[in-house]
């Protein structure tokens, strides 16, 4: 049995994560691996709770960060180390390291939330940080019919791409531009393996 691989793709909203969760899907299939994919916040309960905040009107920011923690545990012992116990390749749009940001941007230390996590959630073998300037990820925003909403507001987006930037030099990430053509960053992404 080929062993688990565990790939998270992180990003600010607009950097283009689900295409090229989907693309990297694809291409690890092509090399004859078992793939799941998966997003946080999830489709469960929680995660469907968080998804309404967005358009009903935001939850406070420590129910939020609960909310999002209990996702995750679900997350992790019902999809994510199942998978991997398995031997399958698991890539998830967002995890944890978009707790950091953008928890972390509500007034929550992120290194805190990193602590937090990490005590029930494994880290990933690759974090792929797709980056992008905040004007550039609006004008996708825009460009798909998308409002500006609390989540995606300029100042909210810049503070995250530099969380996530923050995470530059741990041993297990690697920062792609997302700038350029789909194909361009697909191209970059798969390099990697
Ligand atoms: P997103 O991936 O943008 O979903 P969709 O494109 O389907 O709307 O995620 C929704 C929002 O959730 C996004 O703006 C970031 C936010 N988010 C957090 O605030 N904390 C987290 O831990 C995660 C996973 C996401």
């Known amino acids: 049995m080929p062993q688990g691989l565990f790939i998270v793709i992180e990003g600010i909203d607009g950097t283009g994560k689900s295409t090229q969760v989907k693309r990297l899907g694809e291409w690890f299939t092509a090399q004859g691996r078992e793939v799941v994919l998966s997003r946080e916040p999830t489709n469960q309960p929680w995660g469907m709770k968080l998804r309404e905040s967005a358009a009903t009107g935001r939850l406070s920011p420590q129910d939020e960060l ?52 990490e005590e029930f959630a494994p880290p990933p073998d690759r974090l792929i940080i797709l980056d992008l300037d905040v004007d550039s990820a609006l004008e996708r925003i825009g460009a798909r019919g998308d409002t500006a909403n609390e989540f995606e507001q ?23 531009p997302s700038a350029g053509s789909l194909d361009d960053v697909t191209q970059r992404i798969v390099a990697i393996f």
Request: hydrophobic fraction near 40%; include cysteine; charge should be positive.
């Open 154 to 176: 300029r100042d909210h987006l810049a503070r995250c791409r530099e969380i996530f930037l923050s995470l530059q030099d741990e041993s297990f990430t690697r920062v792609i």
């Open 66 to 117: 609960d909310y999002f923690l209990k996702d995750r545990r679900q997350h992790v012992e019902e999809l994510i180390l199942p998978s991997l116990a398995a031997g399958k390749v698991v890539i998830l749009d967002r995890y944890y390291f978009s707790t950091m940001a953008y928890q972390g941007i509500r007034g929550f230390d992120p290194a805190e939330i990193r602590r937090k996590n």
